[in-house]
């Protein structure tokens, strides 16, 4: 089975930068994914890596190392519309995704 | 602007009743994942389907649970008896399936239940 761990609750300050960690234990490793999720609302896509490095979307990034089963969420100049939770998703070849009970970031000004 | 679309958005009732969720899966998607979402346990699979073909449903208890794809545009959820252990939101999402496995989900909005 899969195993995903994620920090429950961050905190930061309007125009921060803020790295929310996830590690996993998986076999079949297939990609990994990234999901903002409003409170009262349902998720949405933020960022998909299969392959280590940095992926740069705007002022999200992502980053994945599968050699150390990790990969973290970059967001730069914080907004408090990032105020949200971000759930980290791990998918292993041939089956759904398995999703990480997420992390809550509250952003203040 | 496709999306999937779920019925009902809230439903309350008592235990031991029959409820019935619905989703509409955006059109060409063949991937339909019905999840379950709760403060304690976050976001649970509760089955998949590819194809219309129930893939995995390991996570759904067979005993009360049921879910099905009568056609490509419609998928449901039934749970037979309710209890209030099964109070949650449930959301269905529908993906691509694209090669290579960025099988990115794009998920309904939700159908919030409240078992009393």
């Known amino acids: 089975g899969q195993n995903i761990d994620q920090p429950t609750e961050m905190t930061a300050t309007e125009g921060a930068i803020v790295q929310i960690n996830c590690t996993y234990q998986t076999s079949g490793f297939n990609g990994l994914f990234w999901y903002q999720q409003h409170a009262g609302e349902a998720p949405t896509f933020l960022s998909y890596n299969v392959l280590d490095g940095l992926e740069e979307k705007g002022r999200f990034s992502s980053f994945l190392s599968r050699s150390k089963g990790y990969s973290y969420l970059l967001l730069k100049e914080l907004q408090m519309k990032d105020s949200a939770s971000y759930l980290c998703a791990v998918k292993e070849a041939g089956t759904a995704l398995i999703f990480g009970k997420g992390t809550t970031l509250s952003v203040s000004s | 602007d496709a999306r999937v679309t779920q019925t009902p958005r809230h439903k309350v009732t008592e235990m031991g009743q029959e409820v019935t969720m619905r989703c509409q899966p955006i059109l060409g998607h063949n991937t339909v994942f019905w999840y379950r979402q709760t403060m304690m346990q976050g976001l649970e699979l509760l089955a998949y389907f590819r194809n219309r073909a129930p893939l995995d449903d390991s996570g759904m208890p067979k005993d009360r649970f049921s879910a099905e794809m009568p056609d490509a545009t419609l998928a449901t959820l039934k749970i037979q008896p309710s209890e209030p252990r099964d109070s949650a939101v449930y959301f269905c999402?529908?993906?691509?399936?694209?090669?290579?496995?960025?099988?990115?989900?794009?998920f309904g909005p939700g159908t919030r239940l409240t078992v009393l």
């Open positions: 999402a529908s993906g691509p399936n694209l090669a290579g496995g960025a099988d990115t989900q794009y």
